[in-house]
C-alpha cells in the first residue's frame, strides 16, 4: 500500500504533544526526532533477514542480519534535518543525500537550490525525509530528481501530510510509499496543513 499512517499510541502521543501553540523550539525539536525514528521503525519492517553463523560467547551460533540493503536518507531542507538524526539512530551506516527545496510563498511552487546526492542511486533505498506533506509540491520535485539520479526504491517519511499533496504524489509516483504519523484534514488557502504543526522549519530552527 503506498500510504501509511502510523497508529502507534507512541506517535499520536507524541505527535499531539507536537500540534500545541505555545510549544518549545527544544520540545518540537526533540519530538520531530523521536518520531522521525519511529516512522523509520515502521518503514524498515518489511525487510528481508538472511541468517548467518557468528562466533558467540559461547561458540557459533546463527543470528539474522539484514539482507544486502544499501541506504541513503534524503533530508529536504530545511525542515528535513529536523528527522534526520532519528532516521540515523535507527539506521547509522546510512548515507545521506540532501535536497533543498523552498516553498514560494505566493505561488506555493517549489524549487530546488540544492542537490548533493550520494552515489550508486540505483543500487540504494531512498528514504525522504520532511516533516510536512502539503501541496506536494516539494516532494514530487524531490522524487523527479532522485529517479532522475537512478532511485528505483523510494520510501517517503513525513510528520504530517495533507489528503491534497497525498493525492498528487501519488498520482505522479505511484510507487512510492509515504509513511506520517497523521493524514491531517486539508490545507488552508495560504497552503498551509489543517490542524497541522504550523511552519516546521520555523519551529525547528527557532526563526520567527
Ligand atoms: C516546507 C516543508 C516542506 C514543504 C511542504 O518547507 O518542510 O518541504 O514546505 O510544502 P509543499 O508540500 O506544499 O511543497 P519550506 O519550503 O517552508 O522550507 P523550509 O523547510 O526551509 O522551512
Ligand atoms: N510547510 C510547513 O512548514 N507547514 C505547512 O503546514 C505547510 C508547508
Not at 501553540?21 to 533477514?49: C, H, M, P
Not at 501530510?161 to 484534514?185: C, F, M, N, Q, R
Amino acid at each position: 500500500m503506498p500510504i501509511h499512517e502510523v497508529k502507534h499510541p507512541l506517535i499520536r502521543h507524541k505527535l499531539g504533544l507536537m500540534r500545541r501553540a505555545d510549544i518549545s523550539t527544544k520540545n518540537f525539536r526533540e519530538l520531530a526526532q523521536e518520531v522521525g525514528a519511529l516512522l523509520t521503525y515502521e518503514a524498515t519492517k518489511d525487510f528481508s533477514l538472511q541468517e548467518k553463523t557468528i562466533e558467540g560467547w559461547a561458540g557459533p551460533v546463527t543470528v539474522e542480519q539484514i539482507h544486502g540493503k544499501k541506504i541513503t536518507i534524503v533530508p529536504i531542507l530545511r525542515a528535513g534535518l529536523g528527522m534526520l538524526d532519528g532516521v540515523l539512530s535507527l539506521i547509522p551506516v546510512a548515507r545521506v543525500s540532501v535536497v533543498g527545496q523552498i516553498r514560494n510563498e505566493e505561488t506555493l511552487e517549489a524549487s530546488t537550490y540544492l542537490e548533493k546526492l550520494v552515489g550508486e542511486l540505483d543500487q540504494r533505498m531512498a528514504l525522504i525525509v520532511d516533516p510536512m506533506l502539503a501541496t506536494g509540491g516539494s516532494m514530487i520535485s524531490t522524487i523527479d530528481l532522485l529517479k532522475k539520479a537512478g532511485s528505483t526504491e523510494i520510501r517517503a517519511l513525513v510528520l504530517v501530510a495533507a489528503p491534497e499533496g497525498i493525492e498528487k504524489v501519488l498520482e505522479k509516483h505511484p510507487d512510492v510509499s509515504i509513511y506520517t504519523a497523521s493524514i491531517d484534514d486539508h490545507l488552508n488557502e495560504k497552503g498551509y496543513i489543517l490542524p497541522g504543526l504550523g511552519d516546521a522549519g520555523d519551529k525547528i530552527f527557532g526563526t520567527k
